[in-house]
């Protein structure tokens, strides 16, 4: 069985809405040095019975858990 974490991001140039507010509020609470906050989501699971548990999280990726068109991800297998 394996552990799979996958991070899902927006990709650079497109706006994240979600960051610009965390961005603003940290700032407003005296975290001044704080800029270009993004906010993604991290899935974790537990994947078994995969020879290639990598390559079954990547099909996952493309099918359902990320935008591809608007996000990128990045998995990890162990």
């Known amino acids: 069985m394996a552990k799979v ?8 140039g497109v ?3 979600q960051g610009k507010a965390v961005e603003g509020a940290l700032q407003g609470l005296g975290w001044a040095g704080v800029s270009n906050a993004r ?3 991290l899935i974790e699971f537990d994947l078994a ?8 999280a990547k099909k996952m990726c493309e099918q ?3 935008n591809t068109v608007i ?3 990045r998995i990890e297998a162990a």
Not at 5 to 12: E, G, T
Not at 49 to 56: T, V
């Open 5 to 12: 974490k996958v991070h899902v991001f927006l990709k650079p």
């Open 15 to 17: 706006l994240d809405v």
């Open 39 to 41: 906010v993604g989501k």
């Open 49 to 56: 019975g995969a020879e290639d548990p990598q390559a079954e």
């Open 64 to 66: 359902l858990l990320a």
């Open 71 to 73: 996000e990128g991800y």
